[in-house]
């Protein structure tokens, strides 16, 4: 337990630098793997302008560039707040085997932070979703991009 306050700490500590030093949005990330800290992010979105760059991509960048795999296998990951849609699925989609996190949606709310409601749209069916999304079948006569990648996966 000691080694998860102190990690979590780290996050919570990034996140209070972030908006003191660079008046950042209030959070931060830190992935540990075997015990050591491997990479730490915070949120760039102001300074960057990119609506991606949460604490938690960007400690996922860090640590995939850091140990040369997309793959995040054994590690853990500590955010000041709780994980939004698109950094739980890269968190999935990486590997992390655990998250921990200090600061609820429930407890962002009253600072405008909170992500709950893009949960709420993701858990409706695609057509009932606020967001225009409709699939366009290909009518071209193309090879299909994803037998082409099996294909070639392979081959290799």
């Known amino acids: 337990m000691m080694e998860i306050s102190k990690f979590m700490k780290q996050a919570i500590d990034l996140a209070r630098e972030n908006v003191k ?9 830190v992935i540990v793997k075997h015990g050591e800290v491997i990479a730490t992010g915070v949120n760039d979105i102001l300074e960057t302008h990119d609506p991606t760059a949460h604490a938690e991509i960007q400690a996922i960048r860090k ?14 990951l500590y955010a000041s707040g709780q994980p939004c849609p698109m950094c739980l ?68």
Not at 63 to 76: D, F, P, V
Not at 92 to 113: D, I, M
């Open 89 to 156: 699925s890269a968190i999935h989609l990486s590997g992390v085997k655990a998250v921990y996190f200090a600061y609820s949606n429930e407890q962002a709310t009253e600072f405008g932070l909170s992500t709950a409601h893009l949960y709420e749209q993701m858990a409706l069916p695609i057509e009932k979703q606020s967001l225009l999304i409709r699939q366009i079948e290909n009518t071209t006569d193309s090879e299909h991009p994803y037998e082409l990648w099996d294909n070639i996966k392979r081959v290799k």
């Open 63 to 76: 640590a995939s560039q850091y140990l040369q795999t997309a793959q995040l296998t054994g590690c853990e």
């Open 21 to 29: 030093i660079k008046h950042g949005r209030p959070f931060g990330a």
